[in-house]
Structure formats: structure tokens, C-alpha cells
């Protein structure tokens, strides 16, 4: 079957710096999105990973590793605004993609 | 990145009536279209895909005669919800792909609310 695994909550403080694990299992793999949600809102984009390293792009980082099926999601600098839910979305063989719940993330001052 | 358009951003509507849903790609052609709904606190659940100019493929449990889609166009698909009950209150989202993008473009969604 498919699965996504990410952690439900996290909560960090401003200023400081997180990361969000996601482990996945799909039938085939078209890369790894991060999407970030707020309450109440369509998901936006963040980063799209198809090869194994570091994506960087400003205060947001993405990192994939497909023989471990593992993907994590860096964010620094935290703001207030960046308390959101981030979703891990891989793409399966079919060019789907497949979601979890998400993170909650908790940012405080 | 591409914009999609969703109509409308809430609608309240009576129990037994029926409610579109419009989706937008306003600056691409969307070939394919992807309808979802979600509840409160829970993940993003794909209902159906749908590509421009054939019937909707539909997730299983997702009921294809209360849920409507219909993509006649490349920048247009309407999902209609018939005969709504209070259970069919969501958000519901659309997303848009081209031809040439991996990635998908989300509408801003349609938060559904039936009394």
C-alpha cells in the first residue's frame, strides 16, 4: 500500500530553526512535494524534489532520499506566519500524488 | 507559478439542493484536473481525476452520480455536488496540471457548509 509518515505536531520557537520528517512508501516515485497550508486554505507550494539532495530556496531547504524513502523539510529563520501545516506529497507511478495529514507547526515567540 | 481560480470561496446551501463548484486554470491549459475534499484537521482526499474531454475517474467510495465533474474545456471543470446533505460539508479543492508541469496548481478552495 501507500503511506505517508509525518510527525502530527511540532512546535518551535521564533527565530529558531526546524525540521520536518516525512518517511513515505508509494507504488513508483515521480518525486516529493512540500505544500504548506494554512487553516482554512488550498495548500501552496514550497519545493519539488525527484533526485537525492538538498533542495535550497531562501529560508525554506528540502532534502530526498529515495532509497530510504525519506524526505525532510528545513525551515529557517522561523516567523510567526510559518505556523502552518506542511504536507508531504510523493508522486507515485501515475503522476498522483499521494498526501498525509500533515504537521502542524507551532511557532511561539 | 500558474494560477487557478476556484468559485466560489464558501457557499451555504439547504439540505436536498445541489451546488457547482467552478475551477479555473487562468494561464495554462490544464489537461488534467483533480478534485479534493478535506475535513477538518484531516489529510487532502482525492475524489477524481479528470482530464479534458473524457469522464472523470473516480477514487474508490467516491459516489460518481452525487459528485459530478465535468471537464469540457482545458481551462474549466465543475464539480457538482447533487442533492447536498449536511455530511457533504467540506472544503473542497481543485488542482490543475498542464501538459508539461509535474507539478499541480491549487485552487484557493470552497469551503461547502449544507444546513
Known amino acids: 500500500g501507500q503511506n505517508i509518515d509525518q510527525p502530527t505536531e511540532m512546535t518551535a520557537t521564533e527565530g529558531a530553526i526546524v525540521q520536518i520528517n516525512c518517511t513515505y512508501q508509494t507504488s513508483g516515485f515521480n518525486g516529493l512535494f512540500w505544500y504548506q497550508q494554512h487553516a482554512g486554505e488550498a495548500p501552496t507550494f514550497l519545493s519539488y524534489?525527484?533526485l537525492d539532495g538538498l533542495e535550497e530556496k531562501g529560508r525554506f531547504s528540502s532534502f530526498l532520499s529515495r532509497s530510504k524513502g525519506y524526505s525532510y523539510l528545513l525551515l529557517k529563520e522561523l516567523q510567526m506566519k510559518d505556523s502552518a501545516s506542511y504536507l508531504c506529497?510523493?508522486?507515485?507511478?501515475?503522476?498522483?500524488?499521494?498526501w498525509g495529514a500533515g504537521t502542524k507547526l507551532i511557532i511561539k515567540p | 507559478g500558474a494560477v487557478v481560480s476556484q468559485h466560489p470561496s464558501r457557499v451555504i446551501c439547504k439540505s436536498g439542493t445541489s451546488v457547482k463548484i467552478e475551477c479555473r486554470s487562468l494561464d495554462f491549459q490544464a489537461t488534467t484536473m483533480f478534485w479534493y475534499r478535506q475535513f477538518p484537521k484531516q489529510s487532502l482526499m482525492l475524489m477524481a481525476t479528470s482530464n479534458e474531454g473524457s469522464k472523470a475517474t473516480y477514487e474508490q467510495g467516491v459516489e460518481k452520480d452525487k459528485f459530478l465533474i465535468n471537464h469540457a474545456s482545458l481551462t474549466l471543470s465543475t464539480l457538482t455536488v447533487t442533492s447536498a446533505h449536511p455530511e457533504d460539508s467540506s472544503f473542497y479543492i481543485c488542482s490543475a496540471r498542464g501538459s508539461r508541469e509535474t507539478e499541480a496548481f491549487f485552487g484557493q478552495g470552497t469551503r461547502l457548509t449544507v444546513v
Open positions: 506529497a510523493p508522486m507515485d507511478s501515475n503522476y498522483q500524488l499521494i
Open positions: 524534489n525527484v
